[in-house]
């Protein structure tokens, strides 16, 4: 099993759209889940805001091989989504993928 673990940095400042943009991130994100065969499972978490200095949203996904997670990062509507969120909505991102 392979996860796919991405934390986002919301751009905008005020509160209400972060959380407009964080609702948009989880639903473009989680109506990928039948995008390419060999995804197990698309989530979106946002922070419980009780530290400052922590990141706003995550990505937690996971996919039965290395091939399913690489035929995702290259489908045209993950693409798509990443367009999206590279038009002032995610200010940084930071990504881990590892094995279990």
């Given at each position: 099993?392979i996860h796919?673990?991405?934390t986002?940095?919301l751009a905008?400042e005020d509160?209400?759209t972060?959380?407009?943009?964080?609702d948009?991130i989880a639903?473009r994100?989680e109506?990928?889940?039948?995008?390419v065969?060999?995804?197990?499972s698309?989530?979106?978490?946002f922070?419980?805001?009780?530290?400052?200095?922590h990141?706003?949203?995550?990505l937690?996904s996971?996919?039965e091989?290395?091939e399913?997670?690489e035929r995702y990062?290259?489908?045209?509507?993950?693409?798509?989504v990443?367009?999206?969120?590279n038009?002032?909505?995610?200010?940084d991102?930071?990504?881990?993928?590892?094995?279990?």
């Amino acid at each position: 099993m392979i996860h796919h673990v991405v934390t986002f940095q919301l751009a905008a400042e005020d509160e209400s759209t972060r959380r407009r943009h964080a609702d948009e991130i989880a639903a473009r994100l989680e109506s990928l889940i039948d995008t390419v065969p060999g995804i197990v499972s698309i989530e979106v978490h946002f922070d419980l805001g009780l530290v400052a200095s922590h990141w706003p949203v995550v990505l937690v996904s996971q996919f039965e091989s290395v091939e399913s997670l690489e035929r995702y990062q290259m489908d045209p509507r993950h693409h798509e989504v990443i367009a999206w969120m590279n038009h002032g909505i995610v200010s940084d991102r930071t990504v881990v993928d590892y094995e279990t």
